[in-house]
């Protein structure tokens, strides 16, 4: 079956450094990505997606990273800011399901 | 717009109560879910409707009865709960097809004493 997995449960960095966060899946058969933020108090809000025809896919200081070889997916946030601080979730699919499998969660701390 | 609304924000029950979480979204989506959230932990599916049908019912008790009564809204009727059932309950919707975004509201925080 699909599963998830994040390398680091927490991540911190220094405000205005990169940021990378990294997710691992199981299931070859996954060709939708998604990435998601959650603030605190707060539902999961969308940040970038990738299918698995593409190797890279950018937005407004994000990339998205896949590697289908490694089954390796991951999220880079350029210049850090105090407002990333939240609980980033990897979550994928298979294109024509709708369900969505959730990684366990990485929390990423910006320092000041 | 890509608001999903969820009322109540925070709700809170006895096990013997009813109560119902309400969900509505107006981007014209024809794919909506609820999902749970436990502290500290990723959202688990529950729950997907498909064109105002039920197209998957992720094994989830008899105690939670979901129900979509049109197109733009979603609820969950909630009866003899138990405590382990205090999370965060997620609406979420999507167009139609799969293999795409699903766009989540904010919860509603519920406990059940």
């Not at chain 1, 079956?1 to 199981?26: F, K, M, R, W």
């Not at chain 1, 809000?45 to 390796?72: A, C, E, P, Y």
């Not at chain 2, 999507?94 to 406990?111: C, D, M």
Request: charge should be positive; aromatic fraction near 8%; charged fraction near 20%.
């Amino acid at each position: 079956g699909e599963s998830v997995g994040l390398h680091l449960p927490t991540l911190s960095v220094q405000e205005g450094d990169n940021s990378i966060i990294n997710c691992a899946y199981s299931n070859s058969a996954s060709d939708y990505f998604i990435w998601y933020k959650q603030e605190s108090g707060k539902g999961p809000q969308f940040i970038i997606d990738i299918r698995s025809n593409m190797d890279k896919r950018q937005g407004q200081r994000v990339t998205v990273l896949l590697n289908k070889t490694v089954k390796h997916l991951s999220l880079q946030i350029a210049a850090t800011q105090p407002g990333d601080s939240a609980v980033y979730f990897c979550a994928l699919m298979a294109d024509s399901s709708y369900k969505l499998i959730f990684g366990s969660g990485t929390r990423l701390l910006v320092r000041p | 717009d890509t608001e999903v609304t969820q009322t109540p924000k925070h709700l809170v029950m006895g096990m013997t109560n009813k109560k119902s979480l309400k969900c509505e979204q107006h981007m014209g989506h024809r794919a909506m879910y609820w999902y749970k959230q436990k502290a500290k932990k990723p959202p688990e599916l529950m729950f997907v409707y498909s064109y105002e049908k039920l197209s998957i019912n992720e094994s989830v008790p008899s105690r939670f009865s979901p129900e979509c009564p049109n197109s733009s809204l979603l609820n969950l009727h909630l009866h003899a709960l138990q405590p382990e059932d205090s999370a965060l309950y997620l609406c979420a919707s999507s167009p139609g097809t799969g293999g795409n975004i699903q766009y989540f509201g904010a919860g509603t925080r519920l406990s059940v004493l």
